[in-house]
Every structure is written in structure tokens, then in C-alpha cells.
């Protein structure tokens, strides 16, 4: 073992000598032997030795090769080294040489970028523009710099100077950027349309197109125009997703899940893979979810979750919760890894363990942005249970950390307004919640109670209906609607809101019995008064 272990170091001495010269040879023959190696060979070992961040060896390197690809290297690794001026001398050498122009004023503009000096890079690009008037890539990049600083009158002009120059679906393509600064969509549709033409097979102007025309509520348009695009190329993996989520952006689920199927066994990747996972979960389509997670051959900690989600889904909640107890609680997924144990937990009637997971993470999460949901979920539950004050301090932890919280703001609110303490601040509250949350059926429902409260049964009639319209099964909704239309003297219908609550609710409310059984004692007395 010895002796081999010998013959290899042997083999490696010998392999690096031939690399870099043997010791014993003179200076002079070492400089020999150097300026004969091969630039092939220099700039490997050169690329070598920035990968491990000396930096200076790689300098060393890549000025022993005269080649502009060796000089745009040099630049970079100034650049690296933060050394700007340096970086901007050797890049303007690359520029100069003309192969990698492109590459150098990329470069360029990083530099100017890290120090937010956008008008210095167009400043440096016009000079440049002067020097090289017929280089259409210096002119293309100083239009890209217009856009990017907002001036796209003048971007457009420089663009459109520049058609028949070269490639003119790119510059086409470009044109329709300044257009869209502009908000001139019939600009972007026709300067699409025209790249579109010019280069059939141009797939980043079909998918703009279609997002212009979904982004005008033209949604026809838009699937005409990606359908066209599968056409052209049918595995374009960028097309086939763009697809995806405009039907998810149209809520049309089921479409998605359709043609990402048959887009998995076209191909098969992961990713695509994973995204019909989370759509199948969304979709409520567990078993399906289920088979797919389990042919994976490995399994990420997402993966993982999705798999508790899944048999969650599908009431084997004792799998789900061992699934979740393999997902590290101080990892990403913490946050949702707690909220699936405490809903699973309160689904199976263990209330006071579901609300101990969420008590105890939410000491973890309080001071943190990271997992507000714990603190509205434990807020709710306190409240449910008769805890009003310690939900209410939970909330108003919340508001201290970000005081326009529209979660926070709405449970302060209707707990300020069902106890019938400052209505006014309450009003404003829920109001605010309500502007940055409109479809919210919760803050909806806040937003009516308030207002009973302070005496406006019809306005809050109006919020209460919408609240019911997006969430027609819930107790509470149901109450107050019972209650704002006693008070509009409709006790008919209060009736029939107040029984529909009674049957929707899990535990026994003693007040809403009360409120039954006074109407039902009412509506015997006018029978009895009519006979």
C-alpha cells in the first residue's frame, strides 16, 4: 500500500511539473517554457485559481494571454475586487478590440449600477456612441439604458433608427418596451405583432403579446396568441407554463391541471412535476396529489409537506401528523408545518393540544415578520374560546409591528366594536382593513357589525350581504345578519337567519337560543291575536 501510495504522489509530481516547469530549471528556461505554454491551458488554470478567490494569482494569469476573452476575464475580476478603475481601464481595451463589446458595456453599466449612477452609464454609452456611430450594439444598449432610467421617447427614437440595421425582431421586440412605458398598448400590440412577423419563431414577443392582451381583458386574444406559440414550438417549456398560469390567473383550474398533464409526459421534469402537485392539492384532487409525490425518487422537505397536505386532504390524519413531525420546525416550512398540526388537531377534537402548538410557536414567531398567520390563527381561536382580552393583545402585537396589518386592524376593530367601546376609531379601523382587503367576507362582516353598532342598520344591511354573498355557511355571518334585520323590523327573515346560524353552529350559543325562542314566543302571540 505504501509503495503505491508512493507511485501515485510520483505521477502527480510529474504531472505538475509538466504543468508549470521543474524546479531545478533555470529562470530563464522557466520564462521559455511558460511563454510556449498553451493559452488553452493558462486561462484554465487561471479560471482555477479565481474560483478559489485568489484573485491576484488569477490577474497574474490572464495577462499572460493576449486574447480579448482573457482581457473582458481580467475586468471581471477587478470587478470582483471592487478595484472599479482598473476594471474600467482593461474593459475599455475590450471595447476597443471589438470582439465582446457587448459583454464589456454589460460590465460597464455594473459598475456604474453598484453606485446607482444610471446617468453616468448612459453618459459613458453616449461617448461611446460618438466614437462608434455604426455599431448597432452600443446604440441598442444605450436604448436599453433609456428604458431602464424612464426616457423612452427618447429610447424609441434611438430604436427605431436603428431597424434594417440588423436583427429587427430584437429591436422591434425593444420598441415595444418603450411602448408599454408609454401605456401605449396598440403600440405594444402592433410592434409585437411586426417582431412577430419579422421572426416566427420569436418566443419571447408571443408571450409578451399574450400577456398584453390578458393584461387589457382580452383573454381570447391571449390564448390565441400561446396556442400559436405551441404551434411554432410545441415543447417550448416556457410557453407551456405561461399557458398554466394564465389559466390559473383566469381561475381555470381544471384546464391547468389538463394540459400540465400532458405536459409531464412530454417532458418529464420535476419542476412541472411539482407545480401539478401543488395544483391537484389546490384542486382538492388529493389521491391524485398523492400518487405523484410518491413517485418521487427523492423527497425534499416540500415534498414532504405536500405529502401531509395530502393525506390531510384525505382524513388520514394520523399520516399526515407523523409527515409533519419529519419537518424541522425551525426550517422554511415551519410556519405551515404549525398551522396544518393546529388545524388537523382542532379537526379531530383535540381543541386545547391545537391551541398549545400555535401558543407555543407563536413565542418563536412574535417578534418576527416571518409567520404572522400564527398570531391571527391564535387571536381567532382565544377569541372562540371565550379569551377575548389575550386574542386582543395578541392583535395588538401585531399592529405594533406593522400598524396597517388589515388581519390585525379588522380584529381589533369588531372586538372594539362588539363590546360597543370607541366605535368611531373601531369604524376607521375596520375601514382601512377593508380598503386593502375589498373581497375579505370577514372584514365584510366587521365592517356591517360596526355599523349596526353605531346605529346605521341599512348601511350595514349592504356590507352584510356581500359578507354572505362570498361566505353564506358561516354562524356569525348568519347572526348578524339576523340581528341588523330585526332592527329593520323584518323579523320574518331575522328568523330564518338566526335558525340558519343555530344549525351551523358547532357549540351551543346560549344567546342566539334567546333570540329564537323571543321570535318564535312573538310570531305564536300574532297567530294568536289573528285567530
Known amino acids: 500500500m505504501y509503495l503505491r501510495s508512493r507511485s501515485r504522489n510520483a505521477l502527480a509530481l510529474i504531472v505538475l511539473a509538466s504543468l508549470l516547469g521543474c524546479a531545478h530549471v533555470p529562470p530563464e528556461d522557466r520564462k521559455d517554457a511558460a511563454a510556449k505554454q498553451s493559452p488553452n491551458l493558462i486561462m484554465l488554470q487561471a479560471r482555477y485559481e479565481?474560483?478559489?478567490?485568489n484573485w491576484q494569482n488569477a490577474l497574474d494569469l490572464y495577462s499572460r494571454v493576449d486574447d480579448p476573452f482573457a482581457l473582458l476575464s481580467r475586468a471581471r475580476v477587478y470587478f470582483i475586487m471592487n478595484e472599479n478603475e482598473a476594471a474600467m481601464a482593461v474593459l475599455q481595451k475590450v471595447i476597443?478590440?471589438?470582439?465582446y463589446t457587448g459583454e464589456a458595456l454589460e460590465m460597464r453599466t455594473k459598475i456604474h449600477a453598484r453606485s446607482g449612477n444610471w446617468q453616468k452609464a448612459i453618459e459613458d454609452t453616449e461617448a461611446l456612441v460618438r466614437k462608434y456611430p455604426d455599431n448597432t450594439q452600443i446604440r441598442l444598449f444605450l436604448a436599453n439604458l433609456k428604458i431602464i432610467t424612464g426616457e423612452f421617447k427618447d429610447a424609441r427614437t434611438i430604436l427605431e433608427g436603428l431597424l434594417g440595421s440588423g436583427d429587427d425582431s430584437i429591436i422591434l421586440y425593444t420598441i415595444s418596451k418603450t411602448c408599454m412605458g408609454e401605456r401605449n398598448f396598440k403600440c405594444v400590440k402592433d410592434t409585437l405583432k411586426k417582431a412577430i412577423d419579422t421572426r416566427p419563431d420569436f418566443a419571447p414577443a408571443y408571450l409578451d403579446l399574450a400577456r398584453t392582451h390578458a393584461l387589457l381583458g382580452e383573454p381570447k386574444e391571449a390564448e390565441k396568441v400561446y396556442t400559436r406559440l405551441l404551434e411554432v414550438d410545441p415543447l417550448s417549456s416556457e410557453a407551456h407554463l405561461a399557458l398554466v398560469d394564465y389559466y390559473i390567473d383566469q381561475k381555470r383550474y381544471k384546464e391547468a391541471v389538463t394540459h400540465l398533464k400532458k405536459f409531464l409526459e412530454i417532458n418529464p421534469d420535476n419542476l412541472i412535476l411539482r407545480k401539478l402537485i401543488v395544483l391537484e392539492l389546490q384542486e382538492g384532487?388529493?389521491?391524485?396529489?398523492?400518487t405523484l409525490i410518491k413517485g418521487l425518487s427523492e423527497m425534499t422537505e416540500d415534498d414532504r409537506y405536500y405529502l401531509a397536505l395530502a393525506y390531510a386532504g384525505l382524513e388520514r390524519y394520523e399520516d399526515s401528523l407523523k409527515i409533519l413531525a419529519e419537518i424541522p420546525v425551525s426550517g422554511k416550512l415551519g410556519c405551515d408545518v404549525v398551522m396544518l398540526r393546529a388545524s388537523i388537531l382542532k379537526n379531530t377534537g383535540k381543541v386545547a393540544d391545537s391551541l398549545a402548538v400555535l401558543e407555543a410557536a407563536w413565542k418563536d414567531y412574535a417578534d418576527l415578520d416571518t409567520c404572522n398567520e400564527i398570531g391571527y390563527q391564535l387571536a381567532t381561536e382565544m377569541d372562540i374560546l371565550g379569551r377575548r382580552d389575550e386574542g386582543l393583545a395578541i392583535a395588538t402585537k401585531l399592529l405594533e409591528k406593522d400598524p396597517h396589518d388589515p388581519i390585525a386592524l379588522n380584529f381589533v376593530g369588531y372586538v372594539w366594536a362588539d363590546r360597543g367601546l370607541n366605535l368611531e376609531g373601531a369604524y376607521k379601523m375596520i375601514k382601512e382593513a377593508n380598503e386593502m382587503k375589498p373581497d375579505d367576507p370577514f372584514i365584510l362582516d366587521s365592517l356591517g357589525w360596526v355599523l349596526f353598532k353605531m346605529g346605521k342598520p341599512k348601511e350595514a344591511l349592504v356590507q352584510m350581504e356581500k359578507a354572505l354573498?362570498?361566505?353564506?355557511?358561516?354562524?356569525?355571518?348568519?347572526?348578524?345578519?339576523?340581528?341588523?334585520l330585526k332592527a329593520l323590523g323584518?323579523?320574518?327573515?331575522?328568523?330564518?337567519?338566526?335558525?340558519?346560524?343555530?344549525?351551523?353552529?358547532?357549540?351551543?350559543?346560549?344567546?342566539l337560543k334567546d333570540k329564537i325562542n323571543k321570535l318564535l314566543k312573538q310570531d305564536t302571540q300574532k297567530t294568536d291575536e289573528r285567530r
Open 50 to 53: 479565481e474560483n478559489r478567490g
Open 96 to 99: 476597443d478590440e471589438g470582439t
Open 285 to 290: 384532487m388529493y389521491e391524485d396529489a398523492l
Open 469 to 484: 354573498k362570498a361566505l353564506k355557511d358561516d354562524p356569525t355571518i348568519n347572526e348578524h345578519m339576523g340581528d341588523i
Open 490 to 511: 323584518n323579523d320574518e327573515r331575522a328568523l330564518d337567519y338566526y335558525l340558519k346560524s343555530s344549525i351551523l353552529n358547532q357549540t351551543v350559543n346560549r344567546d
